[in-house]
């Protein structure tokens, strides 16, 4: 039974890499407590932050609390605990180095055998 569960883990490991890594807007996957698991290609571009800047940190650490803005805590915190998901919520931030940006976030939580949060997608789709 371990083999089958590892390979099933690796087997989808590879799938949302593979997924992360075609998306054509930044991509973020947090873990439950909202620190960063990892980020697609695009947002490290598009935010111009590094991975090692990014990755196991606080979603509302990067970049020096570029990220602490209170309409994404407020999605974060308040509506997917209630709703599991928000589409094309828009917010505007002025962020250093790219300047003032509109964007669209979505956010959908993931559950691991209806108990606990395991992963909470976040993409950004920049307008």
Same mark, same amino acid.
């Given at each position: 039974?371990?083999?089958?569960?590892?390979?099933? !883990? *690796?087997?989808?490991?590879?799938?949302?890499?593979?997924i992360e890594g075609i998306v054509a807007h930044p991509l973020v996957v947090l873990s439950g407590d909202l620190k960063v698991k990892r980020a697609n290609q695009k947002f490290y571009e598009v935010f111009e932050v590094k991975r090692e800047d990014t990755e196991n940190h606080f979603i509302y650490e !990067?970049?020096? $609390?570029?990220?602490d803005i %209170? #309409?994404?805590? *407020?999605? !974060?915190? #308040? /509506?997917? %605990?209630?709703?599991?998901? +928000? /589409?094309? +919520?828009?917010i505007n931030r002025?962020? %250093? $180095?790219? $300047?003032?940006? =509109?964007?669209?976030? =979505? $956010?959908?939580?993931?559950f691991h055998n209806h108990k606990a949060t395991e992963t909470i997608l976040l993409a950004m789709v920049p307008h």
């Open positions: 039974m371990l083999f089958t569960d590892i390979t099933l !883990l *690796k087997t989808s490991l590879m799938y949302a890499e593979a !990067l970049g020096n $609390g570029q990220w %209170p #309409e994404l805590r *407020k999605l !974060l915190e #308040e /509506v997917l %605990p209630k709703h599991s998901e +928000f /589409v094309e +919520f828009e002025n962020f %250093p $180095g790219i $300047g003032n940006t =509109s964007m669209r976030l =979505s $956010g959908k939580r993931l």
